[in-house]
């Protein structure tokens, strides 16, 4: 008997056979059964470190569909009282810097300690770099397979503001599941670097020894933002280059105001290949939250997060349901035109569309 004849739905004579036997009605009907997750075993099963779970949760929150926010809000919001308890890395650095085998050789140091390590991205430039993390994800072979590990690409979004708060419902859902350890990872495009600091309790910023007039072509703001700085692929040919680099940046690095944090910014360097220099970072990190949990900057810093958070947060929301609003979709291409031809001031026009909602 062939496998279709086998089916129950076809067993019996006179069974009208309906158009669900059609193959994809049964997947839409199954991805609809899918997506009907219960809450609040999700919640349990992040709970007991259950790493499908979380992705699945995950998922949810990145989901357009409003059904899957709400629920993903539940979550969320369920996930709360159980987070808060991770150190928050941000990692930057150019492309090529070594950012994906920094990650990998730091991850499996810091899991050979015991410690479970989630590593988030923000990619703001999604559709020139697609898929990069995802590639990244490959690369970080030996991580990947690790049980104590969870690596997540990059949610994709409209705006950076929209991706960074997934990026921070995932972060909640991470210390959730029990990770000690979460590494939020960007390419330093765009404001990409100031999301993440705002999101991370250490900022830990990889750079390459390059010519002398280095330190005249990076952003100084990234400098500013950095507790560490770690001149990475300090090996071989390049391991002298990377100790000039060095003391180079400590020099740069005492120009700038001592910072709230109460923390002097290090310089280090380190093979990320050859897994040198690793361990020393992991010590810096943890004599900075030791700092800065003894005079309260690391609380009060998470806290000043979650005011800038909720702030954010609203205007984006506000911003969406402006643009999105039926009557500003409708009138806002007119007003265009009437300051293009300069019947209208832009200021007369936005009052004229505030107006509107
Ligand atoms: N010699 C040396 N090479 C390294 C080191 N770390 C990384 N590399 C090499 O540098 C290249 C880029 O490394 P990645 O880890 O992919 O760099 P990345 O910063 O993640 O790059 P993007 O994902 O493109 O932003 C690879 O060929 C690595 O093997 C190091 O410590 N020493
Ligand atoms: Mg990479």
Same mark, same amino acid.
């Given at each position: 008997?062939?496998k279709?004849?086998?089916?129950?739905? @076809?067993e019996? $004579?006179?069974?009208s %056979?309906?158009?669900?036997?059609?193959q994809?009605s049964?997947?839409?009907i199954?991805? $609809?059964?899918r997506?009907e997750?219960?809450?609040? /075993?999700?919640?349990?099963s992040?709970?007991?470190k #259950?790493i499908?779970a979380?992705?699945?949760a995950?998922?949810l929150?990145?989901s357009?569909n *409003?059904?899957?926010l709400?629920?993903?809000?539940?979550?969320?919001?369920a996930?709360l009282p159980? /987070?808060?308890k991770?150190?928050?890395?941000?990692i930057?650095g150019?492309p090529g810097?070594?950012k !994906?085998t920094?990650i990998e050789?730091?991850?499996?140091h810091?899991t050979?300690? +015991?410690? @479970?390590?989630?590593?988030?991205?923000?990619d703001?430039s999604? !559709?020139?770099? $697609?898929?990069?993390?995802l590639g990244d994800?490959?690369?970080?072979?030996?991580?990947?397979?690790?049980?104590?590990?969870?690596?997540? *690409?990059?949610a994709s979004? #409209?705006? =950076?503001?929209? %991706?960074a708060?997934k990026t921070?419902?995932?972060?909640?859902?991470?210390e959730?599941?029990?990770?000690d350890?979460?590494?939020?990872?960007?390419?330093?495009?765009?404001?990409s670097e100031?999301?993440v600091?705002s999101?991370?309790?250490?900022?830990l910023?990889?750079k &390459?020894?390059?010519? +002398?007039d280095?330190?005249q072509?990076i952003?100084?703001?990234i400098i500013e933002?950095a507790d560490?700085?770690a001149?990475?692929?300090? #090996?071989? #040919?390049? =391991?002298k280059?990377a100790k000039v680099?060095?003391?180079?940046f400590? @020099?740069?690095?005492? =120009?700038?105001p001592?910072?709230l !944090?109460g923390?002097?910014p290090k310089?280090?360097?380190c !093979?990320?290949?050859n897994?040198?220099?690793?361990?020393?970072i992991w010590e810096?990190?943890l004599?900075?939250?030791?700092t800065t949990?003894k005079n309260n900057?690391f609380?009060?810093?998470?806290?000043?997060q979650?005011?800038f958070w909720?702030?954010?947060?609203?205007?984006?929301?506000l911003?969406?349901e402006?643009f999105?609003?039926?009557k500003?979709?409708k009138?806002l291409?007119n007003?265009?035109?009437?300051?293009?031809?300069n019947?209208?001031? *832009?200021?007369?026009a936005?009052d004229?569309?505030?107006? &509107?909602?």
């Amino acid at each position: 008997m062939s496998k279709e004849k086998k089916s129950a739905l @076809r067993e019996k $004579k006179g069974v009208s %056979v309906s158009e669900i036997t059609n193959q994809s009605s049964i997947k839409t009907i199954k991805e $609809k059964r899918r997506a009907e997750i219960n809450t609040s /075993a999700l919640v349990t099963s992040i709970l007991n470190k #259950d790493i499908t779970a979380l992705s699945r949760a995950i998922t949810l929150v990145e989901s357009k569909n *409003p059904t899957h926010l709400k629920k993903a809000n539940k979550i969320i919001k369920a996930c709360l009282p159980h /987070a808060n308890k991770s150190i928050r890395i941000g990692i930057t650095g150019v492309p090529g810097v070594g950012k !994906s085998t920094f990650i990998e050789t730091f991850g499996k140091h810091i899991t050979s300690k +015991g410690k @479970r390590i989630a590593v988030l991205a923000i990619d703001p430039s999604s !559709s020139l770099t $697609k898929g990069s993390i995802l590639g990244d994800k490959t690369r970080m072979e030996d991580l990947v397979k690790d049980a104590n590990v969870f690596i997540r *690409p990059s949610a994709s979004g #409209d705006s =950076l503001g929209g %991706v960074a708060r997934k990026t921070r419902e995932a972060i909640i859902l991470c210390e959730a599941a029990g990770f000690d350890v979460i590494i939020i990872e960007t390419v330093g495009v765009g404001q990409s670097e100031t999301t993440v600091h705002s999101m991370v309790d250490f900022f830990l910023l990889l750079k &390459l020894a390059g010519a +002398g007039d280095e330190l005249q072509g990076i952003k100084r703001g990234i400098i500013e933002m950095a507790d560490v700085i770690a001149i990475n692929k300090a #090996d071989g #040919d390049n =391991l002298k280059r990377a100790k000039v680099a060095k003391v180079e940046f400590n @020099r740069a690095l005492h =120009l700038y105001p001592e910072k709230l !944090s109460g923390w002097q910014p290090k310089v280090t360097i380190c !093979s990320a290949i050859n897994n040198e220099g690793i361990n020393s970072i992991w010590e810096l990190i943890l004599d900075y939250v030791t700092t800065t949990s003894k005079n309260n900057y690391f609380q009060e810093k998470r806290h000043e997060q979650n005011k800038f958070w909720l702030i954010q947060t609203i205007e984006e929301q506000l911003k969406f349901e402006f643009f999105n609003h039926s009557k500003i979709k409708k009138e806002l291409a007119n007003q265009l035109l009437l300051i293009e031809t300069n019947k209208k001031t *832009p200021f007369a026009a936005a009052d004229y569309l505030l107006g &509107l909602t």
